[in-house]
């Protein structure tokens, strides 16, 4: 695919941070017209967002989307849930694997493909904290490594 095909509106960082993803799924967004239009803004917030099941179907809950200031009166909630759109069989199976202990669904990141929103959800395990230092520790290690190759090719 082209670089232009899927560009991003926001990624959920923390996300990967506090959680190890496990399954991932790209989904449709039902949006009012107003806050498609503070998406094409990029006033978007993913942070404390997650996916939650309601009976047979999926929701963003905590999802922040800014009013779009023109729509004034005709806006949205900024944080109402939003309805998810997948073909059933990955409901279910999305259903089934929520059901083991441990797991949850968040979303990792919204992006446009062909111009329409879509969101990318994660089926994910929590990090414990040994996990977070571990990770960081890591990429300061990779951070070093690389700043010792690009001095030492330098001179």
Request: proline share 2%.
């Given at each position: 695919m082209t670089e232009k095909a899927h560009r991003d509106i926001?990624?959920?960082r923390r996300a990967?941070?506090?959680?190890?993803?496990?399954d991932r799924y790209d989904a449709g967004l039902v949006l009012a017209g107003s806050e498609v239009k503070s998406l094409r803004a990029?006033?978007?917030?993913l942070k404390d967002s997650y996916v939650r099941l309601v009976g047979e179907e999926l929701f963003l809950v905590g999802a922040h989307i800014s009013p779009y200031d023109p729509a004034s009166q005709f806006g949205?909630?900024?944080?109402?849930?939003r309805k998810l759109l997948l073909h059933r069989r990955e409901i279910d199976k999305?259903?089934?694997?929520?059901?083991?202990r441990g797991l949850t669904m968040v979303p990792l990141r919204l992006y446009w493909s062909k111009g329409r929103a879509k969101a990318e959800i994660g089926?994910?395990?929590?990090?414990?904290?040994?996990?977070?230092r571990e990770a960081i520790k890591e990429r300061e290690g990779r951070r070093?490594?690389?700043?010792?190759?690009?001095?030492?090719?330098?001179?």
């Open positions: 926001t990624v959920n990967f941070h506090d959680y190890h993803i496990d990029g006033r978007v917030n949205h909630e900024p944080e109402r849930q999305i259903a089934g694997k929520l059901k083991e089926l994910a395990r929590g990090k414990k904290t040994f996990d977070k070093e490594m690389d700043r010792a190759l690009a001095a030492k090719r330098r001179g």
